[in-house]
């Protein structure tokens, strides 16, 4: 059974940082690439991060770049999202997506509200 988790949202003051955790199961974690996409109230699903399985290179989206860091640990099934400087428009629900091939998978999504 597939699965996977995000953890590690919440509450944060503008400039604090938060890390995301992103759990995988069910499926050959190395092989997927991985993704952390943000939602935002009345805007579009858009990508934060990715990290391919094998070698690790990274992507970064625009909206978020310079103040994140993606990495991953394939010991561990896991995929985190480090965040700093954050900002009031960042808060919105952060997505983990694995992907591979023909098989695309998505968590539940977490919350990130940053405010003062």
């Known amino acids: 059974q597939v699965q996977v988790v995000e953890s590690g949202g919440g509450l944060v003051q503008p400039g604090g940082s938060l890390r995301l955790s992103c759990a995988a199961s069910?499926?050959?974690?190395?092989?997927?690439?991985m993704s952390w996409y943000r939602q935002a109230p009345g805007k579009e699903r858009e990508l934060v991060a990715g990290?391919?399985?094998?070698?690790?290179?990274?992507n970064y989206g625009d909206s978020m770049k310079g103040r994140i860091t993606i990495s991953r640990d394939n010991a561990k099934n896991t995929v985190y999202l480090q965040m700093n400087s954050l900002k009031p428009e960042d808060t919105a629900v952060y997505y983990c997506?694995?992907?591979?091939?023909?098989?695309?998978?998505w968590g539940q999504g977490t919350q990130v509200t940053v405010s003062s």
């Open positions: 069910g499926f050959t974690f190395s092989n997927y690439a």
């Open positions: 990290i391919r399985g094998a070698g690790g290179s990274t």
């Open positions: 997506n694995a992907r591979h091939w023909m098989n695309d998978y």
